[in-house]
């Protein structure tokens, strides 16, 4: 063994000759973390009976400790005393001061030595960065913990584990994890950088990974972060929190954000979770350099994704289903403890085919089984949701400002337990500018070659570099764009080179997404196949601009991108309201200054999310075999196809109006036409073949009809879920194709039945303006609804009798005609005389100045556009605005001037007669 430890240490002194860095000629005598010797340090020597503590329990310390603790044990004492009298469960245990970092640096002038190593690193050569940190942890390794140090640790770690989660009186399975002092900052994080373990079990192993953290300081990615942001290496100093384990290898864990990560959107907690130890959490790992280990063999179509709900934090605690927005992944693998005498403490499983696509964690309360473990799921999401809002609201009172958080969970497979199991800051999102809007806009691109979750929203062009291995980082080139199976913390400075990235496995919640946003590079995840067919060499686009879904395009795209500060637009007197049908873009675009949602599009929400005829959910047997397959496929995690509908629709339409809450968000009931119908799954089963059906079966006749009425009813119920149930009373409802206002009565009826009663809890039911005798009747409509929506393009086409889908009358369609004018100008004055509100869906305001000034001089209440149009119609109708007022101040004035020149000429009059 001495033997051994000398040929260790010659090896490091020659090492170290060979690059100039000559070591101390102090006598050494060489240190093993695991087994305490004597060494005299070279320097300074700290006495037993010395103020210094080296360990720490967690119930003793608060974020105020930080420069003594790091920030991830800063945060975890923080909790325990401050949140867990708040219900908030946070697994016990000690940190590892920074006193102990400054303990291994003093010996054997150690931190003179690392100056001297680090001083003129160069972070661009990722060699050279790999050459130095490797001879930097070798250095804090061969020096060893002082004895002072490990009897401190050695006495903390016996008494957490005199009795624990588990087992009293035996040696306790704990996570050792790295906390450095700029960790976890509201203004940088430097998460995910250094080494952290778990499942470390015994006195001599918690001694040895400890030291490991210490030396972590100094891993590539760390050295390169603190250069890029300015840190000096000195600055930061290494320190450890040691925390007992929560056995969520038996059951599942996962990581929350108190806000969405990829659009800032403030008002939603974004929960992600799997089976095991998360594939997060083994991101932010280093030990084994593990994601999957070697000997795992993945099939070719692999694709591992997380479960994510996402709550909207207005309504926790308010609302009885604050969740708008559930998705289950493909769980394909889960990491897991080893058996006890295993060289590794973790290994990667392939998930049976049977789980991998159950919910790891759900909302509602069951029992689930796993392995032999059997335990209560309680309404895990709403919980983790409760405790996020109540760390959320503390750090932020603590910081004296709105603190967003990045938070860990995991899930106890004995005990069914919940935890947090870390919190910090979150550092990307967070720092943007509310009032300043950022568009990209990708153009002149092929058709996309593949696509997978869009992580941020921007885009790049660039040469592809197809890497399949860490070891072949070195080659990246600055600008490329990175293409990589998955990544780990070892990748971070090839991925700090990339103008994108692009990987085959992972989610939103995976290395690169996180490392990526941070970078504020876009990126591509769980593209399944990028690797072999993005070829090295080759120029391509990337596209996160188009919401969740990020398309990779061959070639080199046109990217415009435009940043605005929203404090400088117009006010407008016109309320301006956007046009949506894709719930999955709904969050990017809250931001817009807009008045609300003037058309939600449902149609497009069935069509796109759920894909499925109404009538075939409820009638399955009346459709084909193949068809009854599809559909069981789709709702394989729901209750019944039916409740798989309900539970589609709603979150859809709850995710735009989560979005936008508070402000109006009004929803046309599906407007579906008989042939439109007839292409979702089953829809040939149920729908009529109509010569005409943009005049046929549609609308209110639709809902009515004893052949749909359940059909609608399914869809009232979905409504109902929105508003009653999540809480979301901004939604009002709108009656497309309404014929007559008996129609209209009687869906008001319908509608009522099912829920939806027009004036309770403020709800509002309008009534789409596009049909001539929805203009001529305006005044018994007015009786009926509350508001009217004129629609431009039914309305255009039924006054000028123009197919608006024929391409041979395509050059009458025009609702700049004097007869369509005509009719919006009846239907606007009609609705004021009734004291009903009134407004337009459509892109003429947008792309006619001649018409936005044409409505405003009506008085329209409001416009509704795509988001595209929005910031171009603010400006035009402003202008309108402008000039209507301009216009009017003229005429005033003429008219005021005219009325003082008729009281002048009868004076005039009057005093002739005198």
Known sequence: ??????????????????????????PITFRSAILPQKVEPDQKTLSSDSETRYCIPLEEIGLDDLPKVGGKTASLGEMIQQLTPLGVAVPGGFGVTSAAYDAVLDRFQLRQRLELLLRDVDVNNLDDLANRGRQARLMIMNAGLPDEVVSEIEEAYAKMCVCN????????????????????????????????????????????????????VFTDRAIAYRVHNRFGHMD??????????????????????????????????????????????ANRLLEEKWIFSKSLVLPPSFRSEADEIQVFKPMIGKAEDPIIKRSIGRKQTKIVYTKDGSDKRTKTLLTPDADAEKPSFTDEGQILTRGLHLFSTGADAKTIAEWCVKIENHYSKHHGHPTPMDIEWAKDGITGELYIVQARPETVRSAQQANVLKHTQVTGHEAPMMEGSAIGSDAASGVARVIR????????????????????????????????VVTNRGGRTCHAAIVSRELGVPCIVGTK?????????????????????GYVYPGEAQIERTSIDTDDLPKTKTEIKLILG?????????????????????????????????????????????EQEIINERAKNDASPKAFFIRRLSEGIGSIAAAFYPRPVIVRLSDFKSNEYRRLVGGQNFEPDEENPMIGFRGASRYLSPE????????????????????????????????????????????KENGLEKGKDGLKVWVMCELPSNVFAIDEFAKVFDGFSIGSNDLTQLVLGVDRDSGILANLFDEDNIAVKTAISYAIKGAHRNGKEVGLCGQAPSDKPDFAEFLVDLGIDSISLTPDSVLRAIDIVSKAEMKDSLTKEIDGAIALDKAQEEVKGRDDVKNVGV
């Open 708 to 751: 749909f009425k359940d059909a609608f009813e399914l869809e009232c119920e979905a409504l109902a879920h929105v508003r009653n149930k999540m809480g979301l009373t901004n939604v009002q409802l709108m009656v497309p194709f309404c014929r007559t206002p008996e129609e209209g009565k009687e869906v008001i009826k319908t509608l």
């Open 529 to 549: 196949d990028a690797t072999e067919k993005i070829k090295t060499g080759e120029r391509y686009t990337i596209d996160c601009s188009k919401g969740s879904t």
């Open 1 to 26: 063994m001495q033997l051994l430890k000398f040929i260790v240490f010659v090896g490091w002194v020659g090492n170290h000759l060979s690059n100039g860095f000559a070591p101390s000629t102090t």
């Open 236 to 281: 930061v100093k290494g320190a450890v929190s040691v925390q007992l384990m929560v056995r969520s290898d038996l059951a599942s864990s996962g990581v929350a954000f108190t806000l969405d990560p990829d659009t800032g959107f403030r008002d939603a907690i974004v929960i992600t979770g799997s089976y095991g130890l998360a594939p997060i959490q």
């Open 469 to 500: 291995d860490v070891s072949e980082i070195a080659t990246m080139k600055p600008g490329e764009i990175l293409v990589a199976d998955m990544t780990d913390p070892d990748w971070v400075p090839g991925l700090r080179m990339a103008s994108g």
């Open 165 to 216: 989660l588990h087992t009293c009186g035996k040696d306790c399975s704990v996570a050792v994890r790295s906390s450095a002092t700029a960790e976890d900052l509201p203004t940088a994080s430097f998460a995910g950088q250094q080494a952290s373990f778990l499942n470390v079990v015994g006195k001599n192993s918690v001694c040895n990974t400890v030291l490991e953290c210490l030396a972590s």
């Open 582 to 626: 894709d719930p999955d873009a709904a969050l990017s675009l809250s931001g817009l200054p807009v008045d609300g949602v003037g058309l939600v599009r449902q149609e497009f929400v069935v069509a796109n999310h759920i894909g499925i005829h109404p009538k075939a959910v409820l009638h399955p047997e009346l459709v084909s075999p193949v």
